[in-house]
């Protein structure tokens, strides 16, 4: 089963713009993550949100999470090359933990 | 920080032989998984595993096994391989916690069944 799905699939943007991905999912869950994979690596954990919170900050990462809605959006401010990467979001299945869902990703490419 | 290692990055191998993937983790994550991932459709849960000789199947386990002996140690066991099997398999760990805490990935072993 696939929970999250990005939006949009691929993104082109240049240095210094703003960049936002979206996901939606299908079950009810207790909190969401987004991930960055680089080109032929593993997948690293950028930032959790749970389902009782709105939003959060990192950096210069700011994620929002809308429960009615079942989205959240990941917004990446004064993009940089070193940005360029797939963003997955990744959400539990309501079982009480353990089994992560990721969607498909959306591959961004950030120009200098 | 936590380090994942997965065995091979690149492993080439021929229809119906068994394949093993192995991955060790060094910071005592009682939970381990392992996701393949393919164009277009993201990653998608293989088997996982809470606790040393305990597994779990997720969404795609047909074709692949698990074994998990000890803790930092969870191998996937492709028992007659196939080209549909060709694909970036990733192994990832995480602390047992109530709810979803961060997955910590290894760098993925890319498979080829010719």
């Known amino acids: 089963s696939q929970q999250g799905e990005e939006d949009p699939q691929a993104l082109s943007i240049q240095e210094g713009e703003n960049a936002t991905m979206n996901c939606s999912y299908k079950?009810?869950?207790?909190?969401l993550q987004w991930y960055r994979q680089n080109s032929g690596r593993g997948l690293v954990h950028l930032i959790l949100?749970?389902?009782?919170?709105r939003e959060k900050h990192s950096g210069r990462l700011r994620v929002t999470l809308d429960t009615s809605k079942k989205s959240s959006s990941l917004l990446i401010t004064a993009s940089q090359a070193a940005d360029t990467a797939s963003y997955f979001c990744?959400?539990?299945?309501?079982?009480?933990?353990?089994?992560?869902?990721f969607g498909a990703g959306t591959r961004l490419f950030v120009k200098a | 920080d936590v380090k994942v290692t997965q065995s091979s990055r690149y492993l080439v191998k021929r229809t119906g032989e068994k394949v093993f993937l192995e991955c060790v983790q060094d910071?005592?994550?009682?939970?381990m998984f392992w996701y393949r991932q393919d164009p277009g459709l993201g990653l998608r849960l293989i088997y996982f595993?809470?606790?040393?000789?305990?597994?779990e199947k997720g969404d795609i386990p047909e074709g692949y096994s698990v074994s998990r002996e000890k803790k930092e140690r969870f191998s996937l066991i492709l028992e007659s391989a196939s080209t549909n099997q060709t694909s970036m398999y990733l192994c990832?760990?995480?602390?047992?916690?109530?709810?979803?805490?961060?997955?910590?990935f290894g760098n993925g072993t890319r498979l080829t069944v010719t």
């Open positions: 990832a760990s995480s602390h047992a916690q109530w709810d979803n805490s961060p997955l910590h």
């Open positions: 595993s809470y606790d040393v000789k305990m597994k």
């Open positions: 949100i749970r389902s009782n919170e």
């Open positions: 990744a959400t539990d299945e309501n079982t009480g933990g353990f089994k992560t869902i």
């Open positions: 079950t009810s869950i207790n909190n």
């Open positions: 910071m005592d994550h009682e939970n």
